[in-house]
């Protein structure tokens, strides 16, 4: 997790600036990312696949960032450079120039079907790509707005005698969209003298006519039934995010990631413990996951502590089984024991030196503060909590600590080949207890509980 950290506030911001200016292909986005993934789990496999990692930490994921999402964030903010009346930029008349058969800035008006084949005839490959990007997260227009902010030329939608026609004049006089041909007050639209008498514009009769014909019938009755003068306020949904208050690249980031995990199947985007966990026949939080998934990041601000309930819930922590699976070593037996194998769950709960750990601890725990925690796999393995109750992960987060560290106590004195004692585990509490102590807000309130504990470190 320190590594991630040290990805995304040190190595992304270095590539932010090219990943917005330069054309990217496929395979160069493949490149990053594996130079990331690979520093991130060194030279062994990911221990959770990617898929997982650029989740929100409720569905089992870190918040990583995903390369291809954040690139294409990155670019949206030149198609809000590009509609912005202050912004008078040279490079603008570039893409003006670029784009002058194609309807310049009422482009970026249309629905994805039409914006794919713009694309494709656009030459130069970053707007080519850019199209590309922003036509991902268009749509068929349905609600009045976005029928009325429909560009008129270069529409598949529209099209005239089978083919989407592009007229000139109709551009240069700022004839874009479907609500520029209306009478506004009426919803009704312009005959050929009033459109004339309007705008002065040099298209002939016929033209114009099949321009109207063209338009789908839907479109026409739904303008009729419901247009009304308030419906041109709305901007089509993407633009409007243009102007919104948050970051572009925040906003477009999570849209790109949304329409990339949808097309996951659950099988890509489901963490690989779930099923493992699900499966044991002493497991009953089927229905928990999320809370299980967030727990450790509301149950303390260490990473090393955070990271390693993660490995639990993720099933990868390193034990014997799986350094004997991978082949490091040649027996998967217990370090304790010496006579099971020594899965997660066994080495941390089920093993009976561990579980005569946890008898102790529960006895010197249960007596001395309100709680009454009894020697089980779930809570002991995934932490408390009350389902019924939002604000239970945060009211036990001292007691969720306290079971993390008994585990990670656990751990540790395996990774040193140590029976676990429980002299040991006292110290081991007192000391970490103290770290938290003084790392949080309000830490009477937090501790309030434990105060009477024998492990606990201050003393009225
Ligand atoms: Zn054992």
């Known amino acids: 997790m320190g590594k991630m950290t ?143 902010y429909m560009p008129l030329l270069h529409n598949g939608n529209i099209p005239i005698k089978k083919s ?83 970051k572009t690249s925040k906003i477009f980031y999570k849209k790109y990631l949304g329409i990339y995990l949808d097309k996951l199947t659950d099988e890509q985007n489901t963490p690989t413990a779930v099923r493992k966990w699900n499966n044991l026949d002493w497991f009953n939080l089927k229905e928990n996951w999320n809370i299980i998934f967030s727990l450790p990041f509301s149950t303390t601000k260490g990473t090393k502590l955070r990271e390693f309930q993660y490995f639990i819930n993720h099933n990868v922590l390193y034990t014997n089984s799986k350094l004997f699976k991978i082949k490091k070593i040649t027996s998967e037996n217990c370090t304790f024991c010496h006579s099971k194998p020594e899965t997660i769950e066994h080495l941390l709960f089920f093993c009976e030196k561990s579980k005569a750990i946890w008898n102790n601890f529960l006895n010197i725990l249960n007596s001395s503060t309100i709680y009454n925690i009894q020697c089980e796999p779930n809570v002991l393995l995934f932490g408390y909590f009350d389902n019924s109750d939002n604000n239970s992960a945060v009211s036990n987060s001292a007691l969720n600590l306290v079971l993390l560290l008994v585990k990670r106590f656990i751990y540790v004195s395996r990774c040193k080949d140590n029976l676990p004692t429980i002299e040991g585990l006292l110290k081991f509490l007192n000391y970490h207890i103290k770290i938290d102590y003084q790392s949080v807000k309000s830490p009477n309130k937090k501790w309030y509980s434990f105060k009477n504990c024998q492990f606990f470190p201050y003393k009225d």
């Open 164 to 246: 989407p026609k592009y007229y000139a004049s109709l551009v240069s006089n700022e004839i874009c969209f479907v609500h520029d041909i209306l009478n506004q007050n009426s919803g009704q639209f312009l005959e050929f003298p009033e459109f004339k008498k309007r705008f002065n514009v040099d298209l002939h009769f016929i033209h114009y006519n099949g321009l109207l014909q063209s338009i789908p019938k839907v479109w026409k009755t739904k303008i009729n039934n419901e247009y009304d003068i308030t419906a041109l306020t709305e901007e089509p949904q993407h633009i409007e995010l243009l102007n919104s208050k948050e």
């Open 6 to 148: 040290v990805v995304k506030t040190l190595a992304l911001p270095q590539v932010v600036h090219l990943l917005r200016v330069l054309p990217i292909s496929q395979k160069q986005l493949k490149d990053l990312e594996k130079i990331f993934t690979n520093f991130i789990w060194g030279d062994k496999p990911a221990l959770v696949k990617k898929d997982v990692i650029i989740q929100s930490t409720e569905n089992g994921g870190l918040n990583f960032t995903d390369i291809v999402s954040f690139s294409k964030a990155l670019k949206i903010v030149w198609i809000k450079k590009l509609l912005s009346y202050q912004d008078r930029s040279d490079w603008k008349f570039v893409f003006f120039y670029l784009s002058k058969n194609v309807g310049q800035n009422s482009l970026w008006y249309q629905d994805r079907p039409s914006l794919l084949k713009i694309a494709k005839q656009i030459k130069n490959v970053f707007w080519k790509e850019l199209i590309s990007n922003w036509a991902e997260l268009n749509y068929t227009p349905v609600s009045i707005s976005d029928i009325l």
